[in-house]
C-alpha cells in the first residue's frame, strides 16, 4: 500500500464500519453514545433525509397561529398561512442569518428579521426589506425567502424533512398509520388536542431515548415507585410483564408498537366492561353534565388511555395521555418535550382528568418521567466505564416469530430496538 492510501485509510472515520457499531448479532458499540463525529453523520444522513414530526394540527389553530420545532439540529417554525396551508420553515434570515422568530408559539401576520428588518409572509416568501436598490436590478425577493421543507401530516401530526426525493409519509408511516389510528381514539369521540407540554434536558445521546419507548423490560424496575403508587386494580393493569399477553413487533422503517395492555388496543370495543373505580366518579359527574350513558363510557374508557406504546423513527413516540419528543443537540445531551394530549370540545372534567393522569406519570414531578431520565443518564456516564464493552439490544431473539408486519417478540424482548437500529444502520449506509 503507498503511503497515500494509509494516511487516507487512517482518516476514515472510524463509523465507517457499520457492523462494528451495531452488529449482526445485535450488540451497540459504545462510540454510538459518544463520538462526536458519528453524531454529526447521523444529523446529516437521518434527520435531513427523513420524515421528522414537528407538530400537532392542533398546535395551530387558527391562520397565523405558529409554533417553533426542530428537525435534528435546525430550528424551524410551524406556521398555518391565510389560506390554512401549513408551512415548515427553516428559522433563519436569508441576509444575515438571524432567526426571524423567538416567540415559542403565538400568532402573527409575518415574521420580520430584528437585525436589518427583512419581511416574511407566513408561506416564507420575502415581502419586504429596506432600501433593495443597493441590490441592484437583477436581485429577486423570490429566490430569497425562508427555506422552505417538505410538509406532509396523518391524523393530524405534522412532519417535515429537506429531502425532496423521500417516499411519500404515508409509505414511510407504513403498518403505522392503523396504529396511530387507534391511539387518536384516546379524544373519545371528540377530535384529539394538545392540552399541554414540558421540556427537559437529559445528558445523554439521542438513541438511549429512542431505546426506550418500546422496552417492557425497565418497567418494573424503573417504574417500582409508580407502582406503589396505584390502587389494587390499576397495579394489576400494569403488571403486564408477568401477565405475557403482551408482545413488541417491528413495524418496518425503524418504527415498532409495544402491546401492553391487549385489552386496551382498540378502545371502541369492551364498552359494556365494568368502569375502573378511579374512574367512578368521574363517570358520574359526566351523567350529570347530560352525557347518556353510551357515551359516558366511550369517554371513560378513553380517558385512562391506550394500552400500548408506538416508536415512530427517528424522534417521536405515543404513550399512554402524551407524545415524546426527541431533540438531538449534541452527541450527549438530548432535549426531550412531553406533550399531554385530551379531547377538543370534550367535557372539561374528562381533560381535568387525563391532565391528572399525564401529571401522575409523565408530569415534570411524577413518577415515570424522573426516574426514566436518571437511568437515560446513568447510561450515558456508564459508557465511560469500557469502550470495547457492547451495550447488548438482543433480548429475544431466541424466539422472536413473523407477526402481521414484521418480527414479533415477547413483551419484555428488545424487538423495539433491533428495529430502530436496522433503520439507523440502513439510513447510515445509504
Request: proline share 6%.
Amino acid at each position: 500500500m503507498l503511503k497515500k492510501e494509509k494516511d487516507m485509510s487512517l482518516a476514515m472515520p472510524r463509523f465507517r464500519d457499520l457492523d462494528a457499531l451495531y452488529s449482526p448479532d445485535a450488540k451497540v458499540a459504545t462510540p454510538m453514545y459518544e463520538d462526536a463525529d458519528l453524531f454529526k453523520e447521523e444529523m446529516e444522513r437521518i434527520f435531513r433525509r427523513t420524515w421528522v414530526w414537528v407538530a400537532h394540527d392542533s398546535e395551530l389553530p387558527d391562520k397565523g397561529s405558529f409554533k417553533l420545532s426542530n428537525v435534528g439540529l435546525e430550528p424551524v417554525i410551524v406556521v398555518r398561512d391565510r389560506k390554512g396551508v401549513v408551512h415548515v420553515l427553516v428559522n433563519r434570515c436569508r441576509h444575515r442569518a438571524a432567526t426571524v422568530c423567538e416567540v415559542k408559539k403565538g400568532k402573527t401576520s409575518s415574521f420580520q428579521c430584528p437585525y436589518h428588518g427583512w419581511g416574511y409572509g407566513l408561506d416564507g416568501s420575502l415581502r419586504a426589506l429596506p432600501y433593495p436598490e443597493q441590490y441592484g436590478d437583477d436581485f429577486s425577493k423570490d429566490s430569497h425567502g425562508l427555506l422552505r421543507l417538505r410538509t406532509e401530516s396523518y391524523a393530524g401530526m405534522i412532519f417535515a424533512t429537506f429531502n425532496e426525493e423521500i417516499e411519500p409519509l404515508a409509505d414511510f408511516l407504513g403498518p403505522v398509520r392503523k396504529w396511530i389510528d387507534l391511539f387518536m381514539k384516546q379524544g373519545g369521540g371528540f377530535p384529539i388536542k394538545v392540552l399541554g407540554e414540558h421540556q427537559f434536558t437529559v445528558p445523554m445521546n439521542w438513541k438511549i431515548q429512542l431505546e426506550n419507548t418500546t422496552d417492557a423490560y425497565h418497567f418494573p424496575v424503573v417504574h417500582k415507585s409508580f407502582m406503589q403508587s396505584l390502587d389494587g386494580e390499576t397495579e394489576e393493569i400494569f403488571n403486564f410483564l408477568e401477565t405475557g399477553k403482551g408482545y413488541v413487533e417491528d413495524l418496518g422503517n425503524g418504527h415498532s408498537v409495544m402491546v401492553m395492555i391487549p385489552e386496551l388496543v382498540d378502545l371502541d370495543q369492551n364498552l359494556d366492561e365494568p368502569i375502573p373505580e378511579r374512574f367512578l366518579e368521574l363517570a358520574q359527574e359526566l351523567r350529570e353534565e347530560g352525557y347518556p350513558e353510551d357515551q359516558v363510557r366511550k369517554i371513560v374508557r378513553a380517558v385512562g388511555g391506550a394500552g400500548f406504546n408506538l416508536n415512530l423513527f427517528p424522534n417521536v413516540s405515543f404513550s399512554l395521555a402524551f407524545f415524546r419528543v426527541l431533540t438531538p443537540v449534541n452527541v450527549e445531551r438530548t432535549d426531550i418535550r412531553h406533550i399531554a394530549i385530551g379531547m377538543d370540545g370534550g367535557p372539561a372534567a374528562a381533560n381535568r382528568m387525563r391532565l391528572r393522569l399525564h401529571e401522575h406519570f409523565q408530569g415534570p414531578m411524577g413518577f415515570g418521567s424522573p426516574d426514566d431520565a436518571e437511568v437515560w443518564e446513568r447510561v450515558q456516564r456508564g459508557t465511560k466505564g469500557g469502550e470495547a464493552l457492547p451495550v447488548l439490544v438482543n433480548r429475544g431473539m431466541v424466539d422472536e416469530q413473523q407477526g402481521p408486519d414484521g418480527p414479533l417478540g415477547h413483551i419484555s424482548a428488545e424487538t423495539g430496538m433491533r428495529a430502530a437500529y436496522a433503520m439507523w444502520k440502513r439510513m447510515m449506509s445509504a
